[in-house]
């Protein structure tokens, strides 16, 4: 049964597949690339096909009047008569916004832990050891992959012959390298390190006890079963608590070598004198345009040899990715432009209420595009407005029936529980049912499941994991 599903499920892709053109699946890739990611795809497809010129620096060439038309081949004639340019800066951004995309590199955490090891008095081997474990620490400090595969791995990918023994053995001169919890192998080993690098008190040796013997009840919040255990009052095991809570659970903060990109926005909007102005960035993309040489040799032979062949191919990838390229950015705006009218109340004022129920489908009958399209415009797309940076995303949101027979956006609702949650008795939190009981005072129409639902979207736990002691 398991099979015929799979069998039937890849049938459908294929047959979604072929019904979309070279073209839209070209762009439906081309949509969903960040800005800094679709400025190196351009890169690369100029590099790699020579019909496409990169004419961002050069002047701009005037055709040439006196081009002599020749004997042509039919299947090549096309190409006197597409728009072959697209010059991004022109279309689509009214004041030419010159945005910077601001990438920066920042000093690898990576980099700090070889260096530690460096200084250590350590043999070949072991050092060898140490380095392949600082390359298995993730971005939050931790190494989860198990030890025995680590021994493996080294053998076979290092030539190194060791033990799970000596792997740990190095792996606890790592747990002291700062910052320290870095190489933890999960949350209770990684606060154990650093409480057990505090100097020592009362309080300290209840918080080291919590940790390595009652770490179930304390991430469990049974805070009753823990002080009978440790025979502490309330006020002592809200200090130890007060400890742990000081400590990093996640000590990496790793950016392993790699460039930090922070968020270049996809469009801009302004508000002047109650007027919404929208623009792409498109700024520092550059411009393309089909080679004018390759056109040339198509128009002066009338033979399809092998090199013609391979010339038109190259123009006929050239014209399709020029084409994307201007579908994806009247494709970008249209669907933008589309939202910021839906939601004109909100962009006008910044006021979260004013925002509508709007679903996908909203804009796709609007701007007459399928839904999956929006979906990718929504999802990786960013939008800078004059009340912050948004994912577009932020701005879609279902609808909520009240008892009044209105409907406004569940985001107001989600909106409401936060405050709820926020202004709790933080000893008795409420609970879904409560929760549930306000909103329909308040002439919301919602279900306690509703209301989980939305509590864990936002994730905020539940009422249990939220009790503090004062």
């Known amino acids: 049964m398991l099979n015929f ?22 762009l439906m890739k081309l949509i969903q690339l960040p800005n800094i990611e679709l400025l190196e795809r351009i890169k690369n497809e100029v590099e790699e096909n020579p019909a496409i010129e990169d004419i961002s620096f050069d002047n701009f060439d005037t055709p040439d009047k006196n081009q002599q038309s020749g004997d042509r081949n039919d299947d090549f004639s096309d190409y006197n008569n597409i728009n072959d340019s ?19 590199y920042e000093t690898s955490t990576i980099d700090s832990l070889e260096k530690q090891l460096s200084i250590r008095d350590l043999d070949y081997k072991f050092h060898q050891i140490g380095s392949y474990l600082i390359g298995c620490v993730n971005n939050n400090g931790y190494i989860l992959r198990d030890i025995n595969s680590i021994v493996e791995d080294l053998f076979f990918k290092k030539n190194i012959q060791t033990t799970e023994n000596e792997v740990l053995e190095v792996l606890k001169i790592i747990h002291n390298f700062e910052p320290y919890g870095i190489g933890a192998r999960n949350l209770k080993e990684c606060i154990e390190i650093q409480i057990n690098k505090k100097k020592s008190d009362n309080i300290i040796e209840i918080s080291k006890n919590i940790i390595k013997n009652h770490f179930n009840e304390l991430s469990k919040k049974h805070y009753q079963k823990l002080m009978d255990e440790l025979n502490i009052n309330e006020e ?7 400890e742990i ?15 930090v990109q922070h968020i270049v ?26 080679n004018k040489k390759f056109r040339e040799i198509l128009e002066s032979s009338n033979e399809k040899n092998k090199e013609l062949i391979y010339v038109k191919n190259k123009l006929d990838s050239a014209k399709l990715f020029i084409s994307s390229l201007q579908e994806r950015n009247s494709t ?11 939601q004109k109340e909100y962009f006008l004022t910044g006021d979260e209420n004013k925002l509508k129920p709007m679903i996908l489908k909203n804009i796709a009958d609007d701007v007459k595009l399928d839904i999956s399209t929006i979906s990718r415009v929504a999802n990786s ?4 407005t004059p009340y912050g940076i948004f994912l577009v995303k932020y701005f879609f949101s279902e609808s909520q029936s009240k008892s009044d027979g209105s409907n406004v956006s569940n985001r107001e609702v989600k909106n409401l529980i936060i405050d709820m949650i926020k202004s709790e008795n933080k000893v008795k939190p409420l609970t879904d049912t409560e929760i549930m009981k306000q909103l329909n005072i308040k002439g919301y129409n919602i279900a306690r499941r509703t209301v989980s639902k939305y509590r864990e979207n936002l994730k905020i736990p539940i009422a249990r994991l939220r009790r503090e002691i004062i």
């Open 245 to 259: 809570l000081k400590l990093n659970p996640k000590p990496g903060n790793l950016n392993n070598n790699k460039l």
């Open 5 to 26: 599903k799979n069998m039937l499920k890849q049938k459908i892709n294929q047959s979604l597949k072929q019904k979309l053109s070279p073209q839209q699946i070209q």
């Open 86 to 104: 697209f010059n991004f800066n022109q279309k689509f951004n009214k004041e030419g916004n010159n945005y910077s995309t601001p990438i920066q």
């Open 332 to 342: 970008l705006f249209n669907t933008l432009n589309s939202i910021v009218n839906f």
């Open 265 to 290: 926005p996809d469009f801009s909007l302004k508000v002047e004198d109650g007027k919404l102005d929208l623009s792409i960035n498109n700024s520092f993309i550059p411009e393309l345009k089909i």
């Open 236 to 242: 002592t095991l809200k200090s130890a608590i007060g």
């Open 381 to 384: 797309k960013y939008i800078e």
